[in-house]
């Protein structure tokens, strides 16, 4: 060792949907946001994710005070033609159960084929 000091690496805090977990309303996250704000590094980079551009996340990205890096895709929104897209309706009380089922019957199906699951819930 040389005796020079080494800079610690920078904390880094990925939040995912944060259209989601920014915007007050039938969800709030605010109590989880705070809580996990006060575990976090106070010096930290924040990367914030989100499909969606809410007012919200515009008025944090006014309100950011180090010139904040931002992106927006300027592509038309499309969807590709082998994608498959399906809705069931079922009832509150079995769907958990139901979707584990289309789950496993899917993979036993497709071996080789992906699916993703999109929900509005942490659960």
């Not at 020079?4 to 109590?31: I, K, N, S, W, Y």
Request: charged letters at 25%; glycine letters at 2%; hydrophobic letters at 40%.
């Amino acid at each position: 060792m040389d005796g020079t000091l080494t800079p610690a690496p920078l904390a880094r805090q990925v939040m995912d949907e944060a259209d989601r977990l920014l915007e007050q309303g039938c969800t709030d996250f605010t109590v989880d946001l705070e809580a996990i704000l006060a575990a976090v590094p106070a010096c930290r980079q924040t990367l914030l994710f989100s499909a969606t551009l809410t007012d919200t996340l515009r008025e944090l990205q006014g309100l950011a005070t180090n010139q904040p890096f931002f992106w927006e895709a300027q592509a038309p929104v499309s969807t590709v033609e082998q994608l498959d897209q399906r809705y069931l309706l079922v009832p509150e009380k079995v769907k958990d159960a139901y979707l584990v089922h289309l789950i496993q019957r899917f993979q036993d199906e497709h071996e080789d084929w992906s699916i993703i699951i999109f929900t509005n819930t942490c659960k």
